[in-house]
């Protein structure tokens, strides 16, 4: 993600009125918190290849800080993420009286459905592709994701 694609991201984040947003690929992890008032804090911890201080992000009214920190080793390291491969809604079971696709603790194959999104009135089911077991389910049910979100952590062991 380069510094343009997180101006936009902040400036959206500053338009919806979200209180916090969490942003974590392979790569880097970014949190974007709006405080009371009108100031907002967008931390960016960079796990690759360090970023340059940025500068912050042009807005009408409300003061950016972007900090770079220092890569973090996360005791989550040991898991395959699940991503999100489209933008849609995120749903845990295939309508709403039928069991959860999937639920932590669940041992998993290899083109196991996981969950199914919602995208454009097309319900798309989301497959495994890795064995495992479920730690972590990372999105609430029902609700938006983005493309390349985390959606589940599976420990392959």
Same mark, same amino acid.
């Given at each position: %993600?380069? *510094? ?6 902040? #400036? @959206? ?10 942003? $974590?690929?392979?790569? @880097? #992890? ?9 100031? %907002?804090?967008? &931390? ?5 290849? +360090? %970023? ?7 807005? $009408?009214?409300? +003061?950016?800080? &972007? ?7 996360? $005791? ?5 993420? &699940? ?6 809604? !995120? ?7 039928? +069991? *959860? !696709? ?7 194959? $290899? ?8 995208? %454009? #009135?097309? @319900? ?8 495992? #077991? ?12 983005? !493309?390349?979100?985390? *959606? !589940? *952590?599976?420990?392959?062991?």
């Amino acid at each position: %993600m380069d *510094l343009k694609e997180i101006q936009n991201l902040i #400036k @959206f984040v500053a338009k919806s009125g979200t209180s916090e947003v969490k942003l $974590e690929t392979d790569d @880097f #992890k970014i949190t974007i918190k709006t405080g009371s008032g009108d100031s %907002m804090t967008t &931390v960016v911890q960079q796990t690759a290849v +360090p %970023m340059q201080q940025a500068a912050p992000a042009p807005h $009408e009214a409300a +003061p950016v800080q &972007v900090q770079i920190a220092a890569p973090v080793v996360s $005791e989550d390291s040991k898991y395959i993420t &699940v991503k999100s491969p489209i933008i849609g809604t !995120f749903y845990r079971r295939p309508s709403p009286d039928k +069991p *959860l !696709f999937a639920e932590v603790g669940q041992t998993i194959s $290899e083109g196991d459905v996981l969950c199914v999104i919602e995208a %454009m #009135k097309l @319900f798309n089911e989301i497959e495994s592709e890795i064995s495992g #077991k479920i730690v972590k389910i990372l999105v609430d049910d029902a609700t938006p994701v983005e !493309f390349d979100q985390p *959606l !589940f *952590l599976v420990d392959p062991s």
